[in-house]
């Protein structure tokens, strides 16, 4: 059975479908032959579509929210890819829900650096929330989520081992 996966290109209405084979084919339009792609530098590629060429530049990918922005041509194209699974669970309405985590704790044993949030602080996924030294290097310890601190219990100085908590959220 052929996988498929569906393109928005610039937030449009109508999806793009997109199949392959087999794991490892390229993929393609149904009933074309896939064009042909060859990477011609960091982030350059030749693309050769139903007898026309392409040249194509990714000028920025983002893997967490399956975006890309492309240039083909004088045009930029931004694209939303979705898999099979990821729509199946959008049109259930399954999503993936807001995980609420409640703290975090050190992954490693090491010294607390820096701590750059305070009890009452609102913070945004990805937020840095402090700075820990493990094994001579600085190691910048982010929110895993949109979060309200309600506690920091680690303490700039001192040394924390793996598994200890360091922050906690409400």
Do not use: C
């Not at 087999?22 to 693309?47: F, I």
């Not at 999503?95 to 010294?111: F, N, S, T, W």
């Not at 937020?127 to 929110?143: C, Q, S, W």
């Amino acid at each position: 059975m052929a996988k498929q996966l569906y393109a928005k290109v610039n937030g449009s209405e109508q999806d793009i479908v997109l199949e392959r084979a087999t794991p490892h084919s390229p993929w393609s339009l149904p009933g074309e032959s896939p064009a042909d792609l060859v990477r011609t530098g960091p982030g350059q590629y030749s693309v050769v579509r139903n007898g026309r060429s392409y040249r194509v530049l990714v000028l920025k990918e983002d893997r967490e929210n399956n975006t890309a922005r492309l240039r083909i041509g004088g045009a930029t194209y931004t694209v939303h890819l979705q898999d099979e699974q990821s729509r199946l669970m959008k049109t259930l309405g399954l999503e993936k829900a807001a995980v609420k985590v409640r703290e975090i704790k050190a992954p490693m044993p090491g010294l607390v650096l820096n701590i750059l949030v305070k009890p009452g602080d609102a913070v945004k996924k990805n937020d840095p929330i402090l700075v820990l030294e493990a094994m001579k290097m600085e190691n910048v310890i982010k929110a895993p989520g949109d979060a309200v601190v309600s506690a920091v219990p680690a303490e700039k100085g001192k040394a924390v081992e793996k598994g200890q908590l360091l922050v906690s959220f409400v």
